[in-house]
């Protein structure tokens, strides 16, 4: 199956599930990390033809997508002397194609650079959009650059190594989007089979139909308004409480998509708390997430602390706070303008 | 005088004397040095206006042009928390605003930046073009952006206190403009009052008529070739060279203008082993040169060393050197394929 992300520019496919051979008449570098390599570099090896490979890995997990890993990506870069024309691939999770492609983006002023995403929550969003990026000590992506892929493969067979926990943090993403676009889409994932989709022994057109359903939908979004000015700052619904989230707990609690689950349910309570969303609704998604063993809470200890914290965010400039709200199950909406109190309210009842 | 550079995507005008008030309705960071700021920062913030003003100064130099010195700025930008609307002021010469200009495209995935030039190097090149980047250990400016300004202010003012050197290090990318393009524009300097010029006691026209005829110049090409794929290679004439040696004097000898003063005087000398250029032409230019006290001889050590070093220039891709040279007075030209024997032989000519 393949889906066009039709930008301007830089427009380009996802494949689900048709990565057969790749040929490269340039060198090309492969960016990774132990575990993955471990498990599927070898399948990977075996589809790829280029003039020279290089394979890199880095630690892995969200702490060490910082600054310093970078420069060793782009050293490790300059050792392999990479020209204008060598492709980077980030095999891996979101941290991968995150640091991958911002290091493509400033390697010699930019090389191109393909995902092959292999958790289920890079396929369904961390691949495709072009944000590229990485943390620091005020927060989560604050720096980076948009930079689309030349391509994305996204391969089912490289889901099945996955643990719960990680499937059920790509279902996060993916709930994420039905919520906000598409009722329909949100019955299909009440109705689907939790276990046998935990488990990884679901069939592959699962996969295929998820990956496929939430890049049809983000691709929409993304060709509409590259840049984030206004409709893809939807896509941001639960990340403002789960950036928070992931900052207090140093990242080392929750996996992204976990910390957006719950993001999304306190979201959803500033919502009722403002009467857009009715308690029905509120609770419905709720039952969603927790059907998928999501986390749905966390105890705030210092409610003005997690409050100022709100504005170390991209994109909540001035002082000015924007919110990401429901207002019916499958239709999303930015909310400026919000009394404070509301807010503290509804961070009150998660202390 | 103003003059547009006319990008499809990202047009902006250079205003050449121009800068009168400056009214923004955002917060602005400005980035300087210590010694630009004691010169000229009271006379810059008589004419701005914003909501909030930020100034940070780095240390002055090539050497400190690095990955650190732009955490060092990104810290100081969160630390003023600005948004995605604050525009940053690059205050400097060529090493601020290259820097400046990476740090605003990778804040937050990019936020407006605007060169205010105060090095005649800068005013005629480094400013316009949309070039942005720092070195590491493997050579210059190999980390970066091309990532274009949304204005760029030319002020004659801010060059009066240039020295002697400074002012010639900028002629000689001035003078590189006429050799690649335009015999008329070479016979203008040749004609020049160099003392004058040199003791920066020229009328503001001069300087003026410089900067606006260079950004000209620029401006067409880039507009037919922002990435460099092929007639923006033309701007690196004398530059390859240069590269090599700066590095291998670890920036610390050589203005940048000076090395690309001595890297012309090595292209014509290639030029004329290959006879593309004659004898009288290549004297001619280097007399050019001299008469603003530009260097024009640099004693290469290990000939075999300065010929790899070659290769880490970000042009020279899979072992294949090109290298910019002249067929004839305003005429530049890409030639690649030369016999290394050419190439050994005109090092040579310098060991």
Redesign the interface.
Known sequence: MQIKVNLK?NAYQVYIDELENLEFDTKVFILSNPKISGFHLKKLLNKIKAKEIFIATIKDGEEYKN?NTI?EI??QM?NS?L???SILISFGGGVISDMGG?AA??????IDFINIPTTLLACVDAAVGG???IN?S?GKN?????YQPKAVYCESEFLRTLGERELAAGMAEFIKMAVIFDKDLLDFIESMDEKAFLSAKCENEIFSKIIAKSIELKAKVVEQDE?ENHLRMLLNYGHTFAHVIENLTKYSVYLHGEAVAIGMNMANHLALNLSLLSEKECDKIEQILKKFNLPTRYKIDNVEAFYEAF??D?????RKLNFILINSLGRGLIKGDIDPKDIIKTLKEFS
């Open positions: 520019e600054l420069e782009l050293n300059f002397k020209d204008r024309k911002f983006s400033i390697y010699k002023r930019g944000k590229t990026g620091n005020f604050l720096i980076g650059t948009f840049k504005f170390m991209k994109k909540n400039s001035n």
